[in-house]
């Protein structure tokens, strides 16, 4: 019964590489978010996407890319990673409609880079 | 540039006393101000939230005051407890952005 959940929780990977990480909600929510937790513990807002409409923060690099098979879920593809990508995902999601927008977070997926 | 500056880094906070975290923002299309509690190998959760037509909210030990002349807010955790010991990030949205700008975070230590 968890509403937002990811798959690895967690990925150690090399240099170079290219990989994935799954994330469903089963809240009925139409808006999907990718985070980015570094090291220090900052949060960082990477995409925001609803109903086909993908809104990326300029300063992803363009070797992150979201793809969402349906409006339960929002995969995050990562190509050719480096080093400064090990850092904490989270996945969110949100009902655009209600009145306070809440955002709930899955548990995280830790990504390592060797 | 950073939108949403928190304060302090971390705090102890004896158990029985009252523990306050303050954020302030800089863009004042801004209308939806969140607080989330993440402990250690988990998701942040949200905590309690406010929108800026009012100045204080109540949730049990939780109360976010929010000054929008000043641009800021604070949460203040009543009779803190050690079950409260976690990170605390402060956050905001508006301006037609559907995703949270957080503060940096405050690792909060309660002590019994």
């Known amino acids: 019964d968890t509403a937002v959940s990811q798959t690895p929780k967690y990925l150690v990977t090399q240099m170079g590489n290219d990989k994935s990480i799954k994330c469903e909600q089963n809240?009925?929510?139409?808006?999907m978010y990718w985070y980015k937790q570094d090291s220090k513990k900052f949060l960082k807002i990477m995409f925001s996407?609803?109903?086909?409409?993908?809104?990326i923060n300029e300063t992803v690099p363009n070797r992150f890319s979201p793809k969402s098979p349906d409006k339960a879920h929002l995969n995050l593809h990562i190509n050719s990673l480096e080093l400064g990508d090990s850092a904490v995902y989270f996945c969110?999601?949100?009902?655009?409609?209600?009145?306070?927008?809440?955002?709930?977070f899955g548990p995280g997926t830790r990504l390592t880079v060797l | 540039q950073q939108q949403v500056k928190q304060s302090p880094q971390s705090l102890i906070v004896q158990k029985g006393g009252i523990s306050i975290i303050n954020c302030a923002y800089e863009?004042?299309?801004?209308?939806?101000f969140p607080w989330y509690q993440q402990f250690p190998g988990k998701g942040p959760a949200l905590l309690i939230a406010?929108?800026?037509?009012?100045s204080e909210k109540k949730e049990g030990r939780f109360t976010i005051s929010f000054n929008k002349s000043a641009k800021q807010f604070s949460l203040h955790i009543m009779d803190s407890q050690p079950g409260d010991s976690a990170t605390y990030f402060c956050?905001?949205?508006?301006?037609?952005?559907?995703?949270?700008?957080f503060g940096k975070g405050t690792h909060l230590i309660i002590q019994p």
């Open positions: 969110a999601s949100s009902k655009r409609t209600s009145i306070y927008n809440e955002q709930f």
């Open positions: 809240l009925g929510h139409d808006t």
């Open positions: 996407y609803n109903n086909k409409e993908l809104i």
């Open positions: 863009n004042t299309a801004f209308d939806y």
């Open positions: 406010i929108r800026p037509d009012v």
């Open positions: 956050a905001a949205k508006g301006g037609g952005a559907d995703g949270l700008t």
